[in-house]
């Protein structure tokens, strides 16, 4: 395949790929502004079954119980990651450091299902033996969600340790602080880019979780386990509406993840100048 060839089969595949990922969303989101009931043919075009979605109690409901969980799995994943990934990184023996990730990441390379189930067999068991009548609930969603967001957090703050001086902390411990200290006023600020990324991601992730939730989550509703409880009967645009808003809010937050990012590869790529 000559150059020229190429050069036009890849826009070619390019926009390929793209339609048939973004397609069916736009599809999607042209009939969440679809003022009649149908869900094959437009009747017109205004935000009515926007204006359903916000009149309905349970929809507010498990839109509520969905932030307050993505909110507390991502704030509880990030301060378990980044101790992790600090103490990971100060690991002297570079096959302890090697094992110490591998298990790490080992949750993202698991299948969800899997997650899942063991996780449900581990609750209920732990609640039979404590003698806990509500075995699942909020608070088994909260550490199901907090244990699949901890390696994306570990992963996203590893790579701005790798990048700052290590000696940085070492020094401000000699100028008199204590570690406490070295670790909030100079390992902190220089991974806070790192943190905030991870923070969006992690609550991206718990945000449109579905099948861990299914199986831990039971009596406490999220907006996915909503969304598959209606597909199950005749689905209407207001489930369009609540899908397309669900989608605007993730797309936005992967966004700024990758603006932050880039951020601070920018300002990494600026220091290591001035220092040449």
């Known amino acids: 395949?000559?150059?020229?060839?190429?050069r036009i089969?890849?826009?070619?595949?390019?926009?390929?790929?793209?339609?048939?990922?973004?397609?069916?969303?736009?599809?999607?989101?042209?009939?969440?502004?679809?003022?009649?009931?149908?869900?094959?043919?437009?009747?017109?075009?205004?935000?009515?079954?926007?204006?359903?979605?916000?009149n309905?109690?349970?929809?507010?409901?498990?839109?509520?119980?969905?932030?307050?969980?993505?909110?507390?799995?991502?704030?509880a994943s990030v301060i378990l990651g980044v101790l992790a990934a600090v103490g990971m990184d100060r690991l002297?023996?570079?096959?302890?450091?090697?094992?110490?990730?591998?298990?790490?990441?080992?949750?993202?390379?698991?299948?969800?299902?899997?997650?899942?189930?063991?996780?449900m067999l581990l609750f209920v068991s732990i609640s039979q033996l404590l003698q806990i009548k509500q075995a699942l609930g909020f608070h088994t969603m909260l550490l199901a969600h907090?244990?699949?967001?901890?390696?994306y957090v570990v992963l996203s703050v590893s790579?701005?340790?790798?990048?700052?001086?290590?000696?940085?902390?070492?020094?401000?411990?000699d100028l008199g602080c204590s570690p406490a200290q070295a670790f909030f006023r100079v390992i902190v600020p220089n991974i806070a880019t790192g943190i905030?990324?991870?923070?969006?991601?992690?609550?991206?992730?718990s945000l449109d979780d579905f099948v861990?939730?299914?199986f831990v989550g039971q009596g406490f509703e999220t907006l996915p386990r909503f969304i598959y409880d209606q597909t199950k009967k005749r689905v209407t645009p207001d489930m369009y509406a609540l899908s397309t808003i669900t989608f605007a809010v993730i797309f936005i937050l992967l966004i700024l993840s990758n603006l932050l990012q880039a951020s601070s590869e920018k300002k990494r790529l600026r220091g290591t100048a001035r220092n040449n």
């Open 159 to 173: 790579p701005k340790l790798r990048q700052m001086d290590s000696h940085l902390s070492e020094a401000a411990q």
């Open 9 to 54: 089969l890849l826009p070619v595949y390019a926009a390929l790929l793209l339609a048939f990922l973004y397609l069916p969303m736009a599809v999607m989101f042209l009939f969440s502004f679809n003022s009649g009931r149908s869900t094959l043919s437009l009747e017109g075009f205004g935000f009515h079954w926007y204006a359903e979605l916000m």
């Open 92 to 119: 002297r023996r570079k096959w302890l450091r090697s094992a110490a990730q591998s298990i790490t990441n080992l949750p993202m390379m698991n299948p969800e299902i899997v997650t899942g189930i063991s996780m």
């Open 56 to 75: 309905n109690a349970r929809a507010r409901d498990a839109l509520w119980n969905t932030v307050i969980l993505a909110v507390s799995a991502a704030a």
């Open 212 to 214: 861990v939730s299914n």
């Open 196 to 205: 905030a990324a991870a923070f969006l991601l992690a609550f991206t992730i």
């Open 1 to 6: 395949m000559n150059k020229k060839t190429k």
């Open 146 to 151: 907090t244990t699949f967001c901890l390696p």
